[in-house]
């Protein structure tokens, strides 16, 4: 029986009384679980839910595990609105980042996922949301030299544009290309502030936001994020 500590990142019905459940683990990073009779103790307060961190026990050498038993070590995070719709981002894309690495190691990037969760709760989504991103991005094995130019070395000019290359990083583009290509091109000022880390600019957390969603996307494929979708249902509702 092997002891961690988890987060349920997506669950559905298993059978009658069951759920099949995805955690994110420290040491195991995505595993998947059979929680027998899970659904049948939830009239007893003893559901699975999500940003909640549990004990989990768990067992089984294939990649569907069994779940002996979990105890929650701290009450759901109160999240609402636009901040409860970008936990489910979170959640769904490392999901489909890590699917194809079950079952690796993956300390970094769960402290990561903590962080993102206490910053979403005290509503800095943006930066929580960006930050994320950028530490799954080095999970991967896919973080860029975003200041330096990758055809020439040179570092990046502030008052310059670059164009953005997937496994590759950054490469000065004209100003005449930037005006045609203004998703795929940016302000190299910004990026002198993303490669520092530093991303207090308002102007730095918007352009991130157009980079990494290029950059993710071999990582976490192509279809639309469903919390995307659900978060623009959302807005047209209220």
């Not at 002891?3 to 955690?23: C, G, I, N, W």
């Not at 899970?38 to 307060?45: A, C, I, L, P, T």
């Not at 699917?99 to 800095?124: I, P, T, W």
């Amino acid at each position: 029986m092997i002891k961690q500590s988890a987060y349920v990142l997506h669950s559905r019905p298993y059978r009658e009384t069951s759920a099949m459940v995805d955690f994110f683990t420290p040491d195991y990073g995505l595993i998947r679980c059979i929680a027998r009779g899970v659904r049948k103790n939830m009239s007893k307060g003893q559901s699975l839910q999500p940003f909640t961190q549990y004990q989990i026990f768990f067992h089984g050498d294939s990649g569907l595990k069994n779940l002996d038993k979990y105890e929650s070590q701290s009450l759901p995070l109160a999240l609402n609105g636009d901040a409860l719709f970008s936990g489910f981002y979170v959640n769904e894309v490392i999901l489909r980042a890590l699917r194809s690495e079950a079952e690796v190691e993956a300390e970094y990037l769960y402290e990561a996922y903590e962080g993102a969760l206490q910053n979403l709760q005290s509503q800095q989504l943006e930066l929580a949301l960006r930050s994320f991103e950028i530490t799954l991005l080095e999970h991967m094995g896919q973080s860029y030299e975003w200041d330096m130019d990758f055809k020439t070395a040179d570092l990046v000019e502030a008052d310059c544009h670059y164009g953005f290359f997937v496994e590759q990083g950054m490469s000065r583009v004209s100003h005449i290309y930037a005006a045609k290509n203004p998703n795929n091109c940016f302000y190299g000022q910004d990026l002198q502030y993303l490669a520092q880390g530093d991303l207090s600019h308002a102007s730095t957390l918007k352009m991130c936001k157009r980079l990494l969603r290029l950059a993710l996307r071999p990582i976490i494929g192509y279809k639309p994020i469903q919390a995307r979708e659900l978060l623009k249902q959302y807005k047209h509702l209220k």
